[in-house]
């Protein structure tokens, strides 16, 4: 009797954060592999282009490149800034490209209060690149204007923010670079809050059982 075919291998996409590489998520991608995953690490360069363009030059190409198994489904981690580029990238997807769960690790759904109070200074823009003028906070700006988070996408929050510069625009709980209050979007299907900053969260042990958790149940808790 024939043995019974094995399940196919779900692929999880690690998408960046701004002045990062994939060598940031490292240790996420490690885990990931150890939990018997495919791992895809997409770059794309963050201070040199808007997110429309990282989207259509780097995550849609390398998105194509992908060897997917018949069944098997694509889902991603992403961290801060990468968050808003899935997010733009699900907006415009095709509807037949079999996407899974994504977990978002300190995104700035409602654009950045920090981005807000220093692009009128000028600098930050030759510092930090166009999406400069797409993080703030009002309606227009991208991470108000995407709409609703794709279906079973959690959000992951950090509220140990250990650099206090910011923190007289961020409010009482805050990672050190985004509100905690900030990664709230309509559409998630989970959203917890870890006693993590901006960095720390891509390697503390409890982000990643809270990251493995959602990816197998779409619960970050239970």
């Excluded at 994939?22 to 201070?47: D, E, K, N, Q, T």
């Amino acid at each position: 009797m024939p043995a019974a075919s094995s399940a196919p291998t779900d692929t999880v996409v690690l998408i960046h954060g701004l002045g990062r590489t994939p060598r940031s998520m490292w240790i996420v991608a490690a885990w990931l592999r150890f939990c018997g995953y495919r791992v895809r690490l997409i770059g794309y360069p963050s201070r040199s282009v808007s997110i429309a363009e990282a989207v259509e030059r780097h995550i849609e190409p390398g998105l194509a490149e992908l060897p997917l198994e018949a069944g098997s489904r694509v889902h991603f981690v992403t961290h801060s800034l990468g968050g808003i580029v899935f997010r733009a990238w699900a907006a415009r997807r095709d509807p037949a490209f079999p996407l899974g769960r994504a977990v978002l690790l300190v995104p700035p759904n409602q654009g950045s209060e920090i981005i807000d109070m220093v692009r009128p200074l000028g600098w930050p823009r030759w510092v930090l690149g166009p999406v400069v003028d797409e993080l703030g906070t009002e309606p227009h700006h991208t991470p108000k204007a995407l709409g609703p988070l794709p279906p079973e996408t959690g959000v992951l929050m950090g509220n140990k923010g250990t650099l206090r510069l910011f923190g007289h625009v961020l409010g009482a709980e805050h990672d050190g670079i985004v509100s905690t209050q900030g990664g709230q979007v309509e559409g998630q299907a989970d959203f917890t809050v870890l006693p993590v900053n901006h960095l720390t969260v891509l390697f503390r042990p409890a982000v990643m059982r809270s990251v493995r958790r959602f990816l197998v149940t779409g619960r970050f808790a239970g």
